[in-house]
């Protein structure tokens, strides 16, 4: 069974930085796409990024592209996103998910879910 734990999220203010960390249990890093994705309130859940180790692959929203960076780490089987120059509309509840590949239209075709982490932009 495939567990994810989120972790990192908090209040910042806009032009601050984050980490969000995906602690990842019963598979590994070059076994499964991990992917970040979130839900701002009213809105629907959107795909942020992706990462398939294996593939060498990575996907971004046109949103965060150049802002947000995903990276993994496999002695710790963790995934990490690099959140630079937030702004207000990054604010939402992100969520790290998982799959056998990414889902590159930037949909939530993911397995397995963690709990969500949130994370307020806001002066």
């Known amino acids: 069974q495939v567990q994810l734990v989120e972790s990192g999220g908090g209040l910042v203010q806009p032009g601050g930085s984050l980490r969000l960390s995906c602690a990842v249990s019963?598979?590994?890093?070059?076994?499964?796409?991990i992917a970040w994705l979130r839900q701002a309130p009213g809105k629907e859940r959107e795909g942020v990024s992706c990462?398939?180790?294996?593939?060498?692959?990575?996907y971004y929203a046109d949103s965060v592209k150049g802002r947000f960076t995903i990276s993994g780490d496999n002695a710790k089987n963790t995934v990490y996103l690099e959140m630079n120059s937030l702004k207000p509309e990054d604010t939402a509840v992100y969520y790290c998910a998982a799959a056998w590949g990414c889902d590159y239209s930037g949909g939530n075709d993911y397995d397995w879910w963690g709990q969500g982490t949130r994370v307020t932009v806001s002066s």
């Open positions: 990462m398939h180790i294996s593939y060498g692959r990575t």
């Open positions: 019963g598979t590994t890093l070059d076994m499964h796409a």
